[in-house]
């Protein structure tokens, strides 16, 4: 079980914080200057070198994303200029890409960033740049919720690549996209002329993906525990029922993947700091915002709640809490986790985006007067981090190209690579780890300066 520090403050990490920005600029320089450009987006590394892997493009938003966060980091204008260019020159087809579930992913992390960084006055102001890239949030947050499967209980979901049938935790994430679309005052125009409110949309997907990627420990199966969460929810696409939770990327549809549970609980945080920051307008408007509301905070804390308890004690997670090998390790969770283990790997990716969900949602809570709960996930979240920025975990090998080691992408497809002489795959960085250590180091580095920003803006 993660074992918190009370003691530990934002300031406490800076240190490691500065020492890990100081790798990282190289390793994304190095990452441009050998990428080509018609390799497709880098995934994950081989031998510290990274390399693509077919599936969806959903990593290149952070390829360029990390450049973009390693100037707000920083203040480095090689990587404003990195993210800035290839944000114009590459991405505009993920824009419009109608086959993904990854639009909060690719867009938010490269268009969303730039925005937010000269909104900030972190770049010079520029009325058309700006303007480009409200157009690419408006058309983003557009195109990802024209992807929608309708519910039989009167809700719906964005559903995932895998087609109408499923609804993915991942996408929790992307509904950043849609966030920001509405709150450029965009809409959807559907067929006949059917203005549809991103914000209705937004709302749906929270309180689907609550209902059923979220258990609440009320005996919904003979697996039911409070705080797991399925990957994946299969549905009938004709009358809209929901017939069973599925994975692609965990054990199986009754264990948890870890990277899943991250993504929920990161994803949840954000959408309770948004909808925080929504006009009485937008919340009288519609309907379910009760049920969105509560389903949400109830989907965070028990997300974060488990991730505390099924995680070892220096809160770096392995792949999947039911992975067959850990019956194996005796008391693993009672002491850190081993990533040179020989029976299951850990993932430090979902570790990257746990800690963030578990900062965001104590920060929250403790501003709405919730000081002991709050109080808790926030010093969980900075023990994990602690764990991140230093080693086994922070990649110091210049001659590696990732940053953060030790992450797993899709342990059952066996795509992860295993080292001679090992039995399971360790030693290697991953794009999106990379984009949410930077991601969660920033996050820091603003609170120990007195200051917080989400993925809408900025305050104090």
Known sequence: MLQSDETLKPADLLPAIECMWALSGPKILALEESWPEDAGAPVFTVKGRYTARGWTEWTQGFQYGTALLQFDATGDERFLEIGRERTRTRMASHVTHFGVHDHGFNNVSTYGNLWRLMNEGRSAQNPAERDFYELALKASGAVQARRWTCTADGGGFINSFNGPHSLFADTIRSLRSLALAHSLGHFLMDEQDERVSLLDRLFDHLVSTARYSVYRGQNRDAYDIRGRVAHESIFNTISGEYRCPNSQQGYSPFTTWTRGLAWVMLGFAEQLEYMSALSDRDLDSHPRITEAYERTLESAEAACEFYIEN??????????????????????????????????????????????????????LTKSGEVMSGHKFYQAGLLVSRSLFSAPYLSEDPAHLGLLLHCVYHRPNGWDYIPPGRKIPCGESSMWGDYHLRELALTIQRLAEGRYYTFFGESK
């Open 311 to 364: 995680t070892p004690a220096d809160g770096i997670p392995y792949w999947d809490t039911g992975a067959p090998g850990l019956a194996l390790m005796g008391s693993y969770l009672d002491r850190p986790a081993e990533p040179f283990n020989d029976f299951e790997p850990v993932d430090s990716s979902a570790a990257a985006i746990a800690a963030q969900g578990l900062i965001r949602l104590g920060h929250w």
